[in-house]
């Protein structure tokens, strides 16, 4: 059933003419797409079975080692928008401020403000049919109310790039504007802290992060990554600034925001992790600057993220044992170098 809906949506979309996705993107890869897919809707339509079983059983979804478990093999996009509302904090928000959505959209909007997030709606999924402007109805409406309605309910962050493309994103996901709005801002708020703050302290920390993991679960990359300063930023910054959309294919993406919303930002590091350790030997034939960040480029394309069932089980054996206790505590020492620096302190 799961396949075939989907394979169904896709031909909606497009008219069966054009290479288009289930989600409204062109595909270049489709052939090997659809291929990955047709395995995928086993496991889908197994999962699907489960997830409405479980949800019949217990509507009331809990935080415990079955939930975890089901979310970590999958969420069916029938039941995304649902988990991630109740295991982000989203959903009971949303049901404490009743009509605040609305009451951000009435309001007379910041010009400055208004026209940033303008400049960026034609960037927003240019090679998604839903995205077009001249499409009626045209999801940029959508995104852009999101995006409105964020900027003047957190002043502090306002609009920042990248923001808009994960907006997008969940707007995908929920059909939904206000339960976009409120996931939105359980990532910014609780799950990703100050990753997009005038400072961005918490993107560059969490590099950093990932740099001192690196040095323990694949020293030899450590070592060569530590020969380029700054080199994290470089190759990492949009893996973690975007949540790995245009880096990851959309079905991997996805998976791995279900167990963001549900275990938090320390997933992140697990796909980040996996792919430096499953790519180490290609890394390590790096030569020079360049060479580096081609190969941080080419390491997250190809079968090995396609297919995102088997990537996902990866992320949870190859990287080994981490901690939200050991994150935190490498957060606390990089975000202090970074101030220190910053500030010109020795």
Partial sequence: MEKEKRGNTAQTLTGGHEK????????????????????YGAILNR???????????????ERNLTVKRFVRKGVPDEHRARIWMVASGAQDLLEKNPGYYQSLLAVEHDAKLRDTIDADMNRTFPDNILFQSKREPSLQRELRNVLLAYGHHNKAVGYCQGMNFIVGYLIIITKDEEKSFWLIDALLGRILPDYYSPDMLGLKTDQEVLGELVKVKAPAVGQLMDQYPGIWTLVVSRWFICLYIDVLPIETVLRIWDCLFYEGSKVLFRVALTLIIHHQPEILRARSLPDVCDCYKNITCGAFTLDCHTFMQKIFTEPGSLSMATVDKLREKCRKQIVAEESGRP
């Fill in 20 to 39: 288009i996705d289930s989600y409204g993107f062109r595909r270049r890869d489709f052939e090997s797409y659809t291929e990955m897919m047709t395995g």
């Fill in 47 to 61: 999962r699907s079975m489960r997830w409405s079983k479980l949800l019949q059983e217990k509507p009331l979804i």
